[in-house]
């Protein structure tokens, strides 16, 4: 659906986005994130043709964005981090002006009804713009970048500023969206994208450092995986067994006692699995596991940790880092 290849963005000397190739499928839906001034939001403006590239291509349903900006731009749809409204309008004024701005062609009652009735403001149509809350404006803006019935849906920050039940509320629908859309969601907020999408592309320095399904991102760093581990045994006899176990590169006490429990920080080999192994030791001893859960494996310390890769940052440094966040 969207084919990026040698993209090139240079100010000057400055380069904002470095010679950057992917590919998006029909009906995926992907996480764009990186670093402020990394190139997310350069990238997506000449995604959506309101950015001119310094060199390279990029085409969105079979149509070259520089030669068929038209064709191409009726394929997207694109809320902004701040959408495009007008507070004077109601919500149905404004959905029907959108309407006629875009030259749509579908039947215009029933297409604006079942927009509206997907981002749920059927109770809104009513309504000045300007006395909606912040998260039904983004309601608002979603609806318009529907319209027309695009293949490609972009969302720049779409859940900034919300409070937790509106954030929820816009999740959902990005999630009800990918179902009929290629949905491209550029974001902060890592959370976020490890709930929604299904990919994750890592820009930095204008290049991507990573490009991974969400749920294999951490296996793009270089490390190997960490657990803390509650294990019901003599301190110093159950760290020297774990540490014995083949693939565990260090074991280390944490300190924390819960009654006869103690705690440990586990970390394997690369891309070796110790978990199995830690059980079998523990069930041969008798030695009851209390828990067992990943520690700098959540999208926020693999992101930090990919972009300290690419800026150049020690591993040594990255890794005490890890820890003072670990143990707040």
């Not at 912040?134 to 720049?156: C, H, M, S, T």
């Amino acid at each position: 659906m969207i084919k990026v290849q040698n993209l090139v963005k240079r100010y000057g000397t400055n380069y904002a986005v470095n010679d950057i190739s992917f590919e998006i499928g029909e009906g995926e839906i992907v996480g764009l994130l990186g670093p402020n001034g990394a190139g997310k939001s350069t990238t997506m403006n000449i995604l959506t043709g309101y950015l001119a590239a310094t060199s390279g291509e990029v085409t969105v349903g079979g149509f070259d964005i520089s030669k068929e900006p038209i064709a191409a731009k009726r394929m997207i749809g694109f809320l902004p981090e701040q959408p495009p409204l007008y507070p004077d309008m109601t919500v149905k004024e404004y959905l029907n002006f959108v309407y006629d701005l875009k030259g749509c062609k579908l039947p215009r009652e029933e297409h604006l009804s079942e927009i509206i009735s997907v981002v749920r403001l059927n109770e809104l149509t009513g309504r000045l713009i300007k006395n909606l809350s912040k998260g039904n404006k983004q309601r608002v803006g979603i609806a318009e970048a529907l319209i027309g019935d695009p293949k490609v849906i972009i969302f720049d920050e779409p859940t900034i500023g919300l409070d937790p039940k509106q954030v929820i509320a816009v999740r959902n629908l990005m999630r009800t969206l990918a179902k009929r859309h290629t949905v491209i969601l550029s974001t902060h907020v890592l959370a976020e994208v490890q709930t929604v999408c299904e990919r994750v592309i890592i820009i930095n320095k204008g290049k991507i450092i990573a490009d991974e399904k969400t749920e294999n991102i951490v296996k793009t760093i270089e490390d190997g995986y960490r657990y803390r581990v509650k294990v019901c045994g003599p301190q110093k006899e159950a760290e020297g067994a774990l540490s014995r176990l083949v693939g565990v590169k260090s074991v280390v006490s944490t300190g924390d006692r819960d009654l006869d429990s103690y705690a440990y920080v586990i970390e394997s080999d690369r891309g070796v699995d110790i978990r199995k192994a830690v059980f079998n030791l523990c069930s041969s001893r008798n030695w009851a596991i209390l828990g067992m859960e990943p520690v700098g494996t959540d999208l926020e310390s693999v992101f930090i940790r990919l972009v300290d890769r690419s800026d150049g940052i020690a591993p040594e440094k990255n890794k005490k880092r890890r820890e003072r966040r670990e143990d707040k």
